[in-house]
């Protein structure tokens, strides 16, 4: 044992010896410090979170981006519309921040003002006209490097509903269609005649098609009021009920959370006369809204907002945003067939059974946010309803819609985009 412990010792000392002798090796490097994430700031409107349409489609982009990309995104809640600059500056001063987003029309002026001030950050604006205000006030800037306005073929998803809903009126003997507008500006213009040449279209149809459903066209087949707000849920409601109680078949939702003021009109009606399903229906917008009061929301124009923020942010990441700036003079459209650098990015399309699930997921987050209960019922039972809701419906009524979308897609037919009052004046003297 001792002198197994005296060799030990030897082999431990000559180590050192030959540790010392040897030459020193490279030090270690030491470890890259994680790189922070990409940051992308969403900036509301005044509707804010919890609309289910407008705003929580942008915030689902966002989230959706995350999910894909790795991204953080900053949440910017504007309560009022002085808000806007001052939220918009504050997600451009954060270093980490490379895209800032603004959502809704309202926000053009601030986006254009603040995108000036920030040359080294981009700015997206979702139905805005910020490039429109550049080009008026400072030609020599146009189109601003670092400002994209996306906007959507709004006109071509409305024309869809529109003749979704005159189908309806036909096939249950209906006097009236509907629409409840918000505030009278131009991209609503866009709705609204595209609304009502879809009705116009859809009476050409049965005339060729199903003369026995057929009637003429009127200028007062289509009832519609703009209310003049975003956010005051009980103007929608006496506009929709006005409508239904002149027998309106369906009501098309153009007004954000207006929406839930006409499904308080419609749930009345469906409680006074104890029905299950509609009609009377609603029509929903922008979001997936047909769980809201399954089997009376008979479908939803979907205006895909979330594609919007999430197209915006891989352009960013793929360092493509700029140059589709300029090649495009700062407007990203998107719609249906719509392609950028040969890539399909549409943004329009009628809600179907398909896409229901993950609009079901933007009520539960609603009721987190909000703390109160947002579902009417169960996944399952929401479901249910809304597949027996369409079913009930004859299988030619879709199969004309369908015929429509593609005519759209193939160029077969050409829905009118209005967006000045020279044009509106025009469509309004022609379609009511």
């Known amino acids: 044992m001792g002198r197994g412990r005296t060799f030990l010792t030897a082999l431990g000392l000559l180590g050192l010896v030959l540790g010392a002798c040897a030459p020193a090796g490279p030090a270690p490097t030491p470890a890259a410090p994680t790189p922070k994430p990409i940051k992308i700031a969403i900036v509301s409107d005044i509707g804010g979170r919890g609309d289910l349409s407008f705003n929580d489609m942008a915030f689902k982009g966002g989230d959706d981006a995350k999910r894909d990309f790795g991204i953080e995104v900053v949440e910017v809640i504007s309560k009022v519309e002085a808000d806007y600059v001052p939220n918009l500056t504050t997600a451009a001063r954060d270093p980490d921040v490379q895209l800032i987003v603004g959502v809704g029309f309202l926000l053009s002026d601030a986006l254009a003002e603040v995108a000036r001030k920030f040359p080294d950050k981009n700015f997206v604006g979702i139905d805005t006209f910020a490039q429109s205000i550049i080009q008026q006030k400072y030609p020599n800037e146009y189109p601003l490097p670092n400002l994209m306005d996306v906007v959507y073929e709004e006109h071509k998803g409305s024309a869809l509903v529109g003749a979704l809903a005159t189908f309806l009126a036909a096939e249950y003997k209906k006097p009236h269609i509907g629409g409840v507008f918000g505030i009278e500006i131009p991209v609503l213009w866009k709705f609204e005649i595209g609304y009502k040449w879809g009705a116009r279209w859809a009476t050409e149809w049965l005339a ?68 299950q399903s509609g009609p009377p229906f609603w029509i929903g ?10 089997g009376f929301v008979i479908a939803s124009m979907m205006k ?68 109160k209960k947002v579902l009417p019922a169960s996944p399952d039972e929401i479901r249910r309803r809304v597949k027996a809701m369409r079913d009930a419906q004859p299988a030619w009524m879709w199969e004309a819609v369908a015929e429509l979308e593609r005519m759209i897609r193939n160029g077969e037919v050409q829905v009118p985009m209005v967006m000045t009052e020279e044009e509106i004046k025009k469509w309004r003297e022609e379609l009511g």
């Open 208 to 275: 060729r098609n199903k003369p026995d459903k057929a009637f003429p066209y009127t200028k007062d087949f289509v009832l519609w009021t703009y209310t003049g707000t975003f956010s005051d849920i009980t103007k929608g409601y006496e506009a929709a009920k006005a409508m239904y109680a002149r027998d309106a078949v369906a009501v098309y939702n153009i007004a954000g959370p207006l929406g839930l003021g006409i499904n308080q009109a419609v749930e009345e009606i469906a409680r006074a006369k104890g029905l």
């Open 285 to 294: 917008v922008d979001a997936n809204q047909d769980w809201i009061n399954p």
């Open 304 to 371: 895909r907002v979330d594609k919007g923020v999430y197209y915006a942010t891989k352009l960013v990441l793929d360092k493509k945003f700029r140059d589709i700036v300029q090649r495009n003079k700062g407007v990203l459209v998107l719609g249906i067939g719509t392609r950028v650098d040969g890539e399909l990015m549409e943004g329009i399309s009628v809600s179907t059974l398909a896409d229901l699930d993950e609009f079901i997921r933007m009520g539960e987050t609603a009721e987190k946010l909000t703390g």
